[in-house]
Every structure is written in structure tokens, then in C-alpha cells.
């Protein structure tokens, strides 16, 4: 056990030099949430126009911010991109993040440009459904606590999916009590909370289950324009829409070139690739593809992101513990 235990320290080692010696290499380090298939079209795109070199790590929010605290007495991350404005909030309360301005903030949504934040886009929240199996879905969330759904809804994880914890914690701050009440007989009913966003979809689209509560849009448009039999319900009471943020972290060594990223994400070619992706652009010159609903068009409810910011760690404990494990 000890000559095994030696050996594999010196492997850990290696990895974790040739990490830092990859990211040392590389022009400018980027850390983003999903979608992937955008970071990288957006990577791709800028090295091109640039000629820098990009090293770019592709995972979920969560993934995202585990990484930079693994990380956070050696940063190796420039630029950050997240699905969740509060956790981007949550980076500037801990001081971790530059100030950013960009030539193309006039462009962006006034509401979506702060001091140390500018979204590069958005998502908003619904209820995803199988259209072969579901031909009347529900107009609200409170619907999905009826007996006609027992055991027939997922959910993704408020832990796994940065969009699902803003929801989460924007629900709770809107409708305090009745939230959580909602949430526990949501929970008894049979709902299945767990995953990230496409885990929670998966069975919806094989027909396991009938609906996703809080379901992610661009991913439902993204799945039925590939054929599957999916369609997403915006409630009647109102939803969230998730400015999605790009930071630089203070700490970066190269912040001409995180400048010259964030003004190519903003840029009209940057944001075209957001709209091919289903995504809601930041810009407000720019519209969303025909198959999908523009931001004017989605009703949504009030949300306070600096509450959102300062209480999120404690309603999504509250609630992985009293209803995502709490059965």
C-alpha cells in the first residue's frame, strides 16, 4: 500500500504541472458553463480573428465555481462565463473580479451591464413536456403539485444546474413561505430531483416521465429542433430569465487579451453565435431565431439579484436538504 501510495503521489504530481504548464502556454484562460457547443464556437471564432491561443475548460456552473475555489490560492482562470448572474454577484462580493466595461455596453440591456458584470446573453425558465405523451400542459407551476402528476415530473438539481439554483432562490424570495410549501408537496408527489439540466430532460424525452419542472429553454428548443418530441410552457404567473455573465477574475495575468474576449462575445459576430444557439442575445439590436420566444414575450416575476446574491447559498442548502434529499 505504501510503495502504491508513492507512486501515485509523483503521477499527481505530473498532472497537476502539466495543467499548469498548458495554462502558462495559453494567451488567455477560459472557464465557462454550458452551452458548450457556444464556448467553444466563441473560442474558436476569436483565436481565429485574434491569433491567440485559448485554453478553454467547458462545464456546468457548479463544475465552474468548484474549480476556482479548488484554485483560489493559485488562479489560473482570465475569464469566467456562468448560467447564473447571482453566482457571478457572488464572485464580485468576494472581491475575486476586475472591473469591466466593454466598447459594446451601450449595446447591451441596460439591466444586464454592471460594474463588474455583463451578461453575454440569456435563458429563461419553463416547463418542458413530451408532446406524444402531454396535450394539455400545465399553465403554471402550481399545477405541477396536482395528483395528475405524481411521479410523471423531473427537475434538475438547484446544485448542478447554476439556472435552476437562480430560479430556485428567485421563487423563494418572490413567494417566500408558500414557495416552500409549494416545494414540499411538489417533493411528495413523487417528483425526481437530481442532475444537471439534460439528466433531468433525458427520461422526459424517452417517455419515462411526462414533464421538467424549471427546465432550461434553449436546451428544449435545441432538442426539438433535432426532432424530439418536446415542447416548452412558459407559466401564466411568470418566470426567470437568467442573464448569463462574463467576469474577469482580478487575479488574471492577461487582461488586454480578457478585454479583447469580452468585447468579442459582445460584438455583433459574438452575439450572432448566441443566437444560434437559441440563446436570448444581450444585445438589443439583435433578435432571437424564429423558433423561439423573444424576451418581450415572457411574462416574468419580480427579482431582486442583489437578495439573490447575498441569500442563494442558504436557500439551495435549505432546500437540497429539507426537499431534493429531505423524503
Known sequence: ???KTLLILPLALIFLTLICVSAWAADLVVYSAGPKSLSQAVVANFQKKT???VQLYPASTGKVLAKLEAEKHNPIADVVVLASWA???GLKDQNALAPLKSQHSAAIRAEWVDTH???TGASAMGIAYNTKLVKNPPKDWWDMAAAEWNKQVNMPSPTK????SDFVTAFVGHYGEKAWKFFETFRDNGANIAGPNNQALTPVLTGARKTVFAAVDYIIYKQAQKGENVDIAYPSSGTVVNPRPIVVLKSSQHMANA???VDYYLS???QQLVVDTILIPARTDMKVLDMRVG???IKTIPVDWAWLGKNQQQVIGKFYREIETGR
Not at 444546474?161 to 435552476?164: A, K, L, M
Open 1 to 3: 500500500m505504501k510503495k
Open 51 to 53: 491569433g491567440l491561443k
Open 87 to 89: 453566482a457571478g454577484l
Open 117 to 119: 458584470l455583463i451578461a
Open 161 to 164: 444546474s447554476g439556472s435552476c
Open 259 to 261: 478585454q479583447k474576449f
Open 268 to 270: 455583433p459576430e459574438g
Open 295 to 297: 424576451l418581450e414575450q
